[in-house]
């Protein structure tokens, strides 16, 4: 796909005009105990063009990428536009204009890998644990891969090139208890294809040796005790916690929609100790497991400080938020397939570290949980917040002690970071899973382990 | 573009010539129209057309699928190709296969094609209706699409469908807002044949706005208790979503379904009776096609509380050696009870009414916690109060067989019918 020059069809965006060509790549390889269930690739591909007129927005798109189907994109969108003013008459001034030029290229520059290959890969995963760990009643190998690539032309001169892959292997493990399952799941590798990402079968043993043995101790699991209580939130849920319960809240178009960050701005939201950024691309001199350089909207992309030292100071915009709120666009604007048209969306929101050992943030607590793996999560515009928890442990007298079963955390969470009293000095990055808001998108989520109070489930 | 019947035949052809033994092609042309309001204003119409090929190759029990969204002779040879490259990379599994014969049949449903000035009508009325009726709303989100749906399916044992399918759907996420103070987010969706009804009489959505527009102050019930649960139908999903779930492929072939045994046992209450109705006239928005290439049918997944049947595919049914779905799940209807929702509230002592739920992934086991969103506290019979920072925790699985009641009202959605059910036995805990 790489070499689509769009930069001819400049003259036929007389409106404000995003046109952007895009494919999705993705191989799923699925071994559920010891069965190749899924074996696929697949190609997502085509043109949309987005048009701008007078507040009113016009898209379309089509699966084929010939001149033809550019020029029609165009005309269809530029015809809805036209639609939509017709009668809605919004009279809005124009976009900000901005205009960046990058090409991100994540390819890797080793050889590529076949599917036999691939299929091979998962299967040695596969027969590891089976050789390692007989005393499994199941387990699920998926490798999974994702290649997006993008070129944009904007009407404000805006030119981009960008190739982001993630791969991963999710392993599952399963093992009975009482006659009933007990399961574990984690996720290894990130930002690259699998080549860059996996060197051999072997490099993601040690992780599952860990999986394996937090699972036994999952198998001897306790329910926590419902109520409020002192937690260690490790990484991963520092993580999810930044990106579900305040970034959400502080995307422009859902403060215009109503979330209650909107009436925070410049208020302490949270302890001094908290610093979060949604960035763009690298953190601490490091890239990012999503970067994005310039947005689908061709704006080039800032990292947005969210929270300073506790206190609230800016939302993540497109071009229309930044001009209903006089700032500048801060190139959050991502679509996820040609066919969808760009939303406001997090990259990488992470809470920055602090300076406690998590060994000492484990031994402050007297009675508490320290929680480390979460599954799903969910926020509101009330950033009351909701996590699933699949891997966590006893605090007593500041020593670790029983596992516990899955369980959900909640709260509300500007009054959770109000409670934090230790952040830790080591930064994690979870990247595996896909943020839903009408479209799905990889993000990134990271952060330190922090301490706090939070709600958990329980009996 | 092509005779879509011929495309999907020449990619059949295509993968028999690269060397399948058995093949199947599923070709989906999709045009969808959508208009979108954001915060509150009209602000997007959006025009997409799409194409997938979905090629899958068998050659020696070994499998391999393609999916691309082209459809010239070019990329179907090439797709073809690469799907007979991933099955020779597959591992074999005798379990792999594809429909057997069945005569050749078209089906449709729905319209052909969207008014445009309709859709814009509609969804102007809904605003300007939410603004005069609910002033506190504020619709964070909103869209209308019509999407008409053509599907070719193809294989090598002569099977032969073609599908259409034209509807139009409506999601709406919105909450309240007065100064400062604002609700939880809710949301709701729903599938509709034409556009005769003024959307906000659809579905739930009247109903949610009015509980929205209630929930902007609210309360933690308290101390922890064991209470009742009221089920409002657009979170009965998440609890029938477990089962459902794990009567699918990857539970009951991995082996770790708590009813890979049940078939014909009881699961639930004998109060529940849950149907799949991809191709009734309840369900609007159904499928004519399984995925692997069986004409749908409907069926009873629970008939008085006893598992009438698993949601396996013909690999899951292969594998399990359990008899194959007759359809792909979804489009669910559940069967009303004999008691008003009025009288269900009533006969709560102590409990909540869960309008939305927002829990982690329940375990294997149907173990589950999560907060209670857009909810009402219920005390002697009365809904006292909307709740916040409440959470719920339980099993799915036991919960199905303490249902209570369920009510004679239902909620259609187009793609599902579903009422209120009541559970008791929820562990219910606020801050």
């Known amino acids: ?459 | 573009m092509r005779d879509p019947k011929k495309l999907a035949k020449s990619g059949l052809d295509a993968l028999l010539k690269a060397g399948a033994e058995k093949a199947q092609c599923l070709l989906s042309l999709t045009d969808k129209h959508e208009m979108n309001v954001d915060a509150g204003e009209l602000s997007l119409f959006r025009t997409t057309f799409d194409t997938r090929l979905s090629m899958t190759a068998i050659k020696g029990q070994k499998k391999g699928t393609s999916s691309i969204n082209k459809a010239d002779s070019e990329s179907i040879e090439r797709a073809a190709a690469e799907a007979l490259a991933i099955a020779d990379a597959s591992q074999p599994d005798e379990a792999n296969d594809i429909a057997e014969y069945q005569v050749p049949q078209e089906f449709s449903a729905g319209s052909d094609s969207p008014d445009f000035g309709r859709m814009h009508y509609r969804l102007k009325e809904l605003l300007n209706t939410v603004r005069a009726r609910y002033p506190k709303i504020v619709l964070r989100q909103a869209y209308l699409d019509f999407t008409r749906e053509r599907l070719y399916l193809v294989n090598s044992n002569g099977v032969d469908f073609v599908s259409t399918k034209g509807v139009y759907r409506c999601f709406i996420i919105f909450s309240s807002r007065d100064g400062e103070k604002v609700s939880s987010f809710n949301y709701t969706g729903v599938a509709m044949k034409d556009l005769e009804k003024e959307i906000i009489e659809c579905g739930s959505i009247d109903i949610l706005l009015r509980q929205s527009t209630e929930q902007i102050t609210t309360r933690s019930v308290g101390s922890k208790f064991v209470g009742d649960v009221i089920v409002a139908p657009d979170c009965l999903e998440d609890v029938l979503g477990f089962l459902t779930a794990s009567i699918s492929d990857r539970p009951m072939i991995s082996g770790t379904s708590i009813y890979k045994d049940k078939l014909n046992q009881p699961v639930a209450s004998p109060l529940l009776t849950v149907h799949s109705k991809p191709v009734s006239d309840e369900i609007c928005d159904g499928y004519f096609l399984t995925q692997d290439g069986y004409a749908a049918r409907n069926s009873t997944i629970v008939g008085r509380g006893v598992l009438r049947a698993f949601l396996l595919s013909l690999y899951g049914s292969r594998k399990t050696g359990k008899e194959r779905s007759v359809n792909d799940g979804r489009a669910f209807v559940v069967e009303p009870g004999h008691t008003s929702l009025e009288d269900m509230v009533k006969a709560v002592k102590k409990g909540i009414l869960l309008v939305r739920f927002s829990g982690g992934r329940p375990n294997e086991n149907g173990d589950f916690a999560g907060v209670a969103k857009n909810s009402y506290y219920i005390e002697d019979g009365e809904i006292k109060y909307p709740i916040s920072e409440t959470m719920i925790s339980g099993n799915f699985a036991q919960m199905l067989g303490n249902i209570t009641a369920i009510s004679s009202e239902r909620i259609d959605y187009g793609f599902a019918v579903l009422p209120w059910v009541a559970f008791s036995g929820v562990v219910i805990s606020g801050k």
Request: proline share 4%; glycine share 10%; charged share 25%.
């Open chain 1, 1 to 459: 796909m790489h070499g689509v020059d769009l930069s001819k069809y400049s003259q036929l965006l007389t409106a404000y005009t995003e046109l952007r060509v895009q494919e999705n790549r993705s191989v799923q390889i699925s071994f559920v105990k010891g069965n190749n269930t899924i074996n696929s690739r697949s190609i997502t591909g085509g043109v949309s063009a987005r048009v701008y007129k007078n507040g009113s927005w016009g898209f379309a798109s089509n699966p084929e990428v010939t001149d033809d189907s550019i020029r029609s994109v165009i005309k269809v969108a530029t015809d809805n536009a036209v639609f939509l003013d017709s009668r809605e008459r919004k009279g809005k001034k124009p976009l900000p204009v901005t205009a960046a030029s990058s090409d991100n290229d994540f390819s890797t520059k080793k050889s590529r890998l076949g599917q036999r290959q691939l299929v091979e890969f998962a299967r040695e995963v596969d027969s590891h644990i089976v050789r390692k760990y007989p005393n499994l009643s199941s387990r699920t190998v998926v490798l999974s891969c994702l290649d997006m690539e993008k070129t944009l032309l904007t009407s404000d001169g805006s030119y981009a090139h960008s190739m982001i892959p993630r791969s991963f292997i999710h392993v599952t493990l399963s093992v009975e208890k009482d006659g009933k399952p007990v399961e574990l799941s984690d996720s290894y590798g990130g930002l690259g294809q699998f080549e860059d990402v996996f060197e051999s079968p072997a490099s993601i043993f040690d992780g599952i040796e860990k999986q394996y043995q937090h699972l036994m101790k999952k198998k001897e699991g306790v329910f926590p005790e419902a109520g409020v209580k002192t937690c260690v939130l490790d990484a991963e849920l520092a993580g999810i916690l930044a990106h579900e319960a305040i970034g959400h809240t502080t995307e422009a178009d859902l403060v215009m929609g109503g979330s209650v960050a909107g009436g925070l701005l410049g208020k302490e939201v949270a302890s001094p100790l908290i610093t979060l950024v949604d960035f763009a691309n690298t953190c601490l001199g490091k890239t990012c497991p999503v970067p994005v350089y310039v947005d689908d909207e061709g704006t080039r992309a800032e990292d947005v400080v969210i929270i300073d030292k506790g206190v609230l100071k800016g939302f993540m915009h497109n071009k229309e938020s930044a001009a209903h709120f006089g700032v500048s666009p801060t190139g959050n604007a991502r679509a996820f397939l040609f066919s969808d048209e760009p939303l406001i969306r997090m990259r990488n929101t992470a809470i920055m570290p602090g300076t406690s050992k998590l060994e000492d943030m484990i031994a402050s607590v007297d009675d508490g949980y320290y929680l480390i793996n979460p599954s799903n999560g969910q926020a509101d515009s009330t950033s009351e917040f909701m996590f699933g928890i699949t891997l966590g442990y006893e605090i007593k007298n500041g020593k670790i002690g029983r596992a516990i079963v899955d369980t959900t955390i909640s709260g509300v969470a500007f009054d959770v970071l109000k409670t934090v009293t230790m952040v830790s000095d080591e930064m994690k990055w979870l990247s595996a899973g896909m943020c839903g808001k009408k479209q799905p998108i990889p993000v990134g989520m990271g952060g330190p382990a922090i301490k706090c109070k939070v709600n958990i489930g329980g009996r």
